[in-house]
């Protein structure tokens, strides 16, 4: 349920109850980090909306603004932006959410990264800073911990190539570079935009195996986390 304190729209009943995010960039490993602790008992875990960007009423948003980015950037990043505040404000079902990245990193990563490299036009980028404005001063979104797999972006081109999704063929390198360097200045550097919590880095470079078993050396500290 949803109400109003302090002028601010919230949930209710949900204080108690610890949401995570997972960032990181593009194929950095945030679908298997997801899948290994929905194993847990008592975690709620939401992966991206990725589908919904592939398929809104029979059309491909996601491959649209990777074809062409300047004219469908904002159609993306619109839909992008609604579809995580859906995400953030349904009600949480156990003591734990996890979930995969977060309205702030769609705003302070994809459209900055859009905007910066010149492939959003100067309107579309402040319509859509008026739309996250108007969201994050009117309604709280509550995080308590992000979980940074950080990696380099050589790293996520192999995976990239080697998933192969068809919109993604496109991506070249250096694209990767931009977001990386964007998460770098946002989470490690912390020099960018705000910091909506806590942040804990989590080396992503290694394998699978490596991987699972990071996991389960920082799932007690993730899994504790409370703002
Ligand atoms: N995307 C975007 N703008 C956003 C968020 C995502 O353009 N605000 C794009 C980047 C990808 C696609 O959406 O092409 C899916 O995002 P991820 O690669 O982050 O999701 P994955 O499931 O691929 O992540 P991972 O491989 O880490 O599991």
Not at 146 to 160: F, M
Request: hydrophobic residues 35%; neutral net charge; charged residues 25%.
């Amino acid at each position: 349920m949803l109400s109003f304190s302090q002028g601010k729209l919230v949930r209710n009943g949900e204080d108690k109850k610890a949401v995570i995010c997972i960032e990181g960039n593009i194929a950095s490993g945030k679908t298997t980090c997801l899948e290994y602790f929905s194993k847990t008992s008592n975690i709620e875990v939401l992966t991206e909306p990725v589908s919904k960007w592939r398929n809104v009423r029979g059309h491909n948003p996601l491959g649209l603004m990777y074809q062409d980015p300047k004219r469908w950037g904002l159609t993306l990043q619109t839909y992008v932006q609604l579809s995580m505040l859906d995400r953030h404000l349904s009600t949480i079902s156990a003591p734990v959410r996890m979930m995969e990245r977060s309205i702030f990193s769609a705003k302070y990563i994809f459209v900055e990264n859009l905007y910066r490299s010149g492939n959003m036009p100067e309107v579309d980028f402040a319509v859509l800073s008026e739309w996250f404005d108007w969201i994050t001063t009117n309604i709280s979104i509550p995080v308590d911990l992000i979980v940074y797999l950080q990696t380099s972006p050589q790293t996520c081109h192999e995976r990239l190539k080697q998933r192969s999704r068809e919109e993604e063929k496109v991506i070249p390198l250096e694209y990767l570079e931009s977001i990386h360097q964007l998460y770098e200045d946002w989470l490690i550097k912390k020099s960018s935009s705000p910091l909506p919590a806590p942040v804990l880095v989590i080396p992503a470079d290694q394998d699978l195996q490596e991987m699972l078993h990071q996991y389960k050396e920082n799932r007690d500290k993730i899994l504790t986390a409370r703002s």
